[in-house]
């Protein structure tokens, strides 16, 4: 057995039975379309079993009995990329998966996403219909990586408590980057944190002027310890267990950062034009 062969079977034998979920309407496509996505599934996903829905309702049902991780939507299933969007939204907030779409119009689709769903621009991405076979599996075989899962990062610097669940220690922390799937944390001391340990955080809404009428000053949310730097000090961390009311603060407060970051990017900008404008 070749070595990439090896490696690929260890990596997809251990653990929970992974599924990627297709969610089309074959009786609306041509009969060579669906089975050249079926075969670009089964071959960029060697390590998955595939599940064929045809209504969004039955996948978010879905979500909450199997081990769903890569979500393909394809443009049959709605009448508009809008509506492929808003669909793509309702699985994130049931379950942590990437998406991948399959659309009819890709200006369309671009434009839907940009305006709801920034935020989650490294963790997804598209092809136009009819899908290049090369492309498409080029495409699932990145989504289907851990580093593909990566939710875009922004980073923070605000000062943070973070608690451990089972001895109820608290500490100070540095939130250095977050995301809608996990953040980096950094402490003055190594604590001794253990990978896969369950933490608390509470972070100080208040600091990006945010005031929200259940959570007030500060979003609590769970966290597992998924990595740890050499010295460990510093630890890198999913969000674990969001509500869909978690969620809509969390994205709140990303959205918030990003506009601060886009502002302060385009004020260096200005300053930069007017510096060399002066000379």
């Known amino acids: 057995m070749e070595s990439a062969q090896f490696l690929n079977k260890l990596s997809t034998s251990a653990g929970p039975k992974r599924y990627v979920l297709l969610l089309q309407r074959p009786r609306l496509m041509s009969e060579v379309e669906s089975k050249l996505i079926l075969k670009a599934v089964e071959h960029g996903l060697p390590g998955y079993s595939v599940i064929r829905l045809e209504e969004p309702n039955e996948g978010l049902k879905v979500l909450n009995v199997k081990n769903v991780e890569v979500v393909l939507i394809h443009h049959s299933v709605f009448s508009s990329e809008a509506e492929m969007v808003d669909v793509a939204i309702k699985l994130k907030e049931r379950k942590k998966v990437t998406v991948m779409f399959v659309a009819k119009s890709e200006q369309e689709l ?4 940009r305006e709801k ?3 989650y621009e ?5 092809v136009s219909s009819p899908p290049d076979p090369t492309e498409l599996f080029r495409k699932l075989q990145k989504v289907g990586t851990v580093e593909g899962r990566a939710a875009k990062r922004f980073s923070v610097d605000v000062s943070v408590k973070v608690m451990r669940v089972d001895s109820l220690d608290e500490y100070d922390a540095l939130l250095d980057d977050m995301s809608l799937v996990g953040c980096g944390l950094s402490f003055q001391e190594n604590y001794g944190f253990r990978r896969e340990e369950q933490l608390r955080i509470k972070l100080p809404l208040f600091q990006f002027g945010i005031f929200h009428p259940q959570y007030g000053d500060f979003l609590k949310l769970a ?7 050499i010295r460990g000090q510093s630890i890198g961390c999913s969000i674990e267990h969001l509500t869909s009311m978690q969620h809509d603060c969390l994205v709140n407060l990303l959205e918030d950062i990003m506009h601060r970051q886009r502002m302060a990017r385009l004020v260096s900008k200005d300053k930069k034009g007017a510096q060399l404008n002066a000379r």
């Open 110 to 113: 671009i434009a839907a996403y």
């Open 117 to 119: 769903m920034s935020l």
């Open 122 to 126: 490294e963790m997804d991405d598209y």
């Open 223 to 229: 966290l597992r310890v998924r990595r740890l730097s």
